[in-house]
């Protein structure tokens, strides 16, 4: 072919080739299927052979029949059953040969001049018992410059008929309708109702109007075979006018020059192109949906967490309300004692100061510490089920996210996208089921309890020993509040006289309360910091566990952006090539 090629058209050989190099490297970034990328090979190495004509239809529309009467001669099988269960390539040669290249590709060779510029396909009927014959039909359709479309004049546009002109369609093929056995409709005007349908069906179906050619290949072959080699001869026969054949044959033999097949073989990779580029921008597109609901997962989860944040922080302020609260019955009821306590007429049960603490301990201290320990109890289970719920909600929806788009052509053309995608949710998931069947609130809770009282006895600078949290609450109270006799001394009775007893009475509430404040404050400050670092912890623990799944996010999102700028860029070079095509071989009218 380039001995036949203009500057501009080699540049446009050269545009196309580049063009098809760059759409394959795309479609690799993009884990595109393998018979996919096999299709670009294929059309680039075309670019370099014969013009391909290849004849598709229903195996019994009359397509071998076609093919005889376009050779002159019976030199292919013909039958009312499937006969052809190979794809049959045409070529010349100097006698008939056939060779076998490979699965269902029979070549034969004949010495047929034309086809020394023109390859023949007859493909299988797209209808036969045999599914692999519509396959393989299928398959070599898109490596074709121009499709021969035989269908039978009795039974036009069957549904099969209609499936694969859309496929064929899509590929951008050039095709020819061919309605054979016009014999066999004796009136001219049911002939003329029969192409009408078919030109208006094949215009509904391939957004044009197609070239149809009404014949009968039977008619064809027989006037041949009584003409022999006498080419005077067949033009004045009978049957070879009744075939309409001539019409149809200088078409493929005149027409289709030299230019008018360049044409339509510079035109086959583009249609290519086009398909398969159309494919994997629908493709792009799927992902993009996908990754933008997973955007929207992702943002879910955070927020869930930061709403979490904010839940746990305003309930945390409520339980530890509840401990304050204890401590501040403590003090009222310090301040009633003293009252009762510190006055003239119980001035001799003063000077008694183990009856004093002991009362002290009984009607104030009273059962304070178990009241305070079963709160900072309580508080401590509602943090350890928070956090366990947190985690299992998390697991659930990821669970249920990756359900959706399962049905869905993403990661299902030889990709590892969704697969990979699938797994780094699945896994994030078990991450999260790990946390939550490792759960045991009791042993979290006594883990925490036991955290929190090594704070607290750090910062009251006590000795814990085996003693629990209540305990080392009475004993700081103990320590700051409780010496209670050495604040009346053994000094005369008198001395106290009226003044000296509301001042120390007075003195004492101030110092029970100073001290109830004191250890209400270290208690909060430790609850606190070990109720952050606790909060702090789980959240950076569940932000881990989906980590992975958000940088595998944001990664192909990146990846999708710069492959969607190249598709975009590849299909505006697709559609100048087309137009310079267009420009320097105009098709024929």
Same mark, same amino acid.
């Given at each position: 072919?380039?001995r036949?090629?203009t500057?501009?058209?080699?540049?446009?050989i050269r545009?196309?080739?580049?063009?098809?190099?760059?759409?394959?490297?795309?479609l690799v970034r993009l884990?595109?299927?393998?018979?996919?990328?096999?299709?670009?090979k294929?059309?680039?190495?075309?670019?370099?052979e014969?013009?391909?004509?290849v004849v598709?239809?229903?195996f019994?529309?009359?397509?071998t029949?076609?093919?005889?009467a376009?050779l002159g001669?019976?030199?292919?099988?013909e039958?009312?059953?499937?006969?052809?269960?190979q794809?049959?390539?045409?070529?010349?040669?100097?006698?008939?040969?056939?060779?076998v290249?490979g699965?269902?590709?029979l070549?034969?060779h004949?010495p047929?001049e034309?086809?020394?510029e023109?390859?023949?396909?007859d493909?299988p009927?797209t209808?036969?018992?045999?599914q692999?014959?519509?396959e393989?039909?299928e398959?070599?359709?898109p490596r074709?410059d121009?499709?021969l479309?035989?269908?039978?004049a009795?039974r036009?546009?069957?549904?099969?008929?209609?499936?694969?002109?859309q496929?064929?369609?899509?590929?951008?093929?050039k095709?020819v309708?061919?309605v054979?056995?016009?014999?066999l409709?004796e009136d001219?005007k049911d002939?003329?109702?029969i192409?009408?349908?078919?030109?208006?069906?094949g215009?509904?179906?391939?957004?044009v109007t197609p070239?149809?050619?009404?014949?009968s290949?039977?008619?064809?072959l027989?006037?041949?075979?009584q003409a022999?080699q006498?080419?005077?001869?067949l033009?004045?026969s009978?049957?070879?006018?009744q075939?309409?054949f001539g019409?149809?044959?200088?078409?493929?033999l005149t027409a289709?020059d030299?230019?008018?097949r360049?044409?339509?073989?510079?035109e086959?990779p583009?249609g290519?192109?086009?398909h398969?580029?159309?494919?994997y921008?629908r493709?792009?597109?799927n992902r993009?949906?996908v990754l933008k609901d997973?955007?929207?997962?992702?943002d879910?989860i955070e927020?869930?967490?930061?709403?979490?944040?904010?839940?746990?922080?305003r309930?945390?302020?409520?339980?530890?309300?509840?401990v304050?609260?204890?401590l501040?019955?403590m003090?009222e009821?310090?301040?009633?004692?003293?009252?009762?306590?510190?006055?003239?007429g119980?001035?001799?049960?003063l000077v008694?100061?183990e009856k004093v603490r002991?009362?002290?301990e009984?009607?104030v201290?009273?059962?304070t510490s178990?009241?305070?320990?079963a709160?900072?109890s309580d508080l401590i289970?509602? &943090?350890v089920? %928070?956090?366990y @719920?947190?985690?299992?909600?998390?697991? *659930?929806?990821?669970n249920?996210?990756s !359900? +959706?788009h399962a049905?869905?052509?993403?990661?299902?053309?030889?990709s590892d996208?969704e697969?990979?995608r699938?797994?780094?949710?699945a896994?994030?998931?078990r991450?999260?089921?790990r946390?939550v069947?490792?759960?045991?609130?009791?042993?979290?809770?006594?883990k925490?309890?036991q955290?929190?009282?090594?704070?607290l006895?750090?910062?009251a600078?006590?000795e814990?020993?085996a003693?629990?949290?209540?305990?080392?609450l009475?004993?700081?109270?103990?320590t700051?509040?409780?010496?209670?006799t050495?604040?009346?001394?053994?000094?005369a009775?008198?001395?106290?006289?009226?003044y000296? &007893?509301?001042? %120390?009475?007075? @003195?004492?509430k101030?110092?029970?309360r *100073?001290?109830?404040?004191?250890?209400r !404050? +270290?208690?909060?400050?430790?609850l606190?910091?070990?109720?952050e670092r606790?909060?702090?912890d789980?959240m950076q623990?569940?932000?881990e566990?989906?980590a992975?799944?958000t940088r595998f996010?944001?990664?192909?999102?990146?990846?999708l952006?710069?492959?969607?700028?190249?598709?975009?860029?590849?299909?505006r070079?697709?559609?100048d090539?087309?137009?310079?095509?267009?420009?320097?071989?105009?098709?024929?009218?």
């Open positions: 072919m380039q036949i090629l500057a501009e058209q080699d540049q446009l545009r196309e080739r580049s063009l098809l190099e760059d759409l394959r490297v795309l884990g595109a299927a393998d018979e996919d990328l096999a299709m670009l294929r059309s680039l190495h075309q670019l370099d014969l013009f391909l004509l598709v239809g229903e019994n529309a009359g397509k029949a076609f093919l005889n376009m001669e019976r030199l292919l099988a039958g009312v059953l499937p006969t052809t269960s794809i049959q390539v045409l070529r010349y040669g100097a006698q008939k040969s056939e060779d290249t699965d269902d590709v070549i034969i004949l047929v034309w086809l020394r023109i390859n023949l396909v493909t009927g209808n036969a018992v045999i692999r014959h519509q393989i039909t398959h070599f359709v074709s121009l499709v479309f035989v269908t039978s009795d036009p546009f069957s549904e099969s008929e209609r499936l694969l002109l496929r064929i369609r899509e590929w951008g093929k095709i309708i061919v054979n056995k016009i014999d409709i001219e002939r003329q109702h192409v009408e349908f078919v030109a208006e069906n215009a509904q179906l391939l957004g070239r149809i050619f009404p014949v290949a039977r008619l064809a027989k006037a041949k075979e022999g006498t080419h005077a001869a033009e004045h009978d049957l070879w006018a075939s309409r019409t149809l044959e200088r078409y493929i289709l030299a230019a008018e360049l044409r339509l073989k510079l086959n583009v290519v192109a086009d398969l580029s159309n494919h921008r493709l792009i597109e993009s949906i997973d955007f929207e997962a992702i879910g927020a869930q967490l930061d709403a979490y944040d904010i839940d746990m922080r309930d945390f302020k409520y339980h530890l309300s509840h304050d609260n204890v501040y019955g003090a009821r310090g301040d009633r004692f003293f009252d009762e306590t510190m006055r003239i119980r001035v001799f049960d008694n100061g002991a009362e002290f009984r009607t201290v009273a059962d178990r009241a305070v320990e709160q900072v289970d509602w &943090l089920e %928070r956090d @719920r947190q985690w299992r909600d998390v697991m *659930e929806y990821l249920q996210r !359900q +959706q049905d869905q052509i993403v990661g299902k053309v030889g996208f697969f990979n699938q797994n780094l949710i896994s994030v998931g991450e999260a089921q946390v069947d490792s759960y045991d609130p009791e042993t979290e809770s006594l925490l309890a955290q929190v009282q090594n704070a006895v750090q910062t600078a006590v814990a020993g003693l629990g949290l209540g305990a080392i009475v004993a700081v109270l103990h700051t509040l409780l010496d209670v050495g604040l009346l001394g053994a000094g009775l008198a001395a106290l006289g009226f000296v &007893l509301p001042y %120390r009475r007075n @003195r004492l101030q110092e029970l *100073e001290g109830i404040d004191a250890l !404050q +270290q208690l909060n400050e430790t606190t910091r070990q109720f606790e909060l702090t789980g623990r569940m932000r566990a989906i992975p799944y996010v944001r990664v192909e999102r990146e990846k952006d710069r492959v969607t700028g190249e598709m975009e860029r590849l299909r070079e697709l559609s090539i087309r137009a310079a095509t267009a420009r320097a071989l105009p098709p024929q009218e």
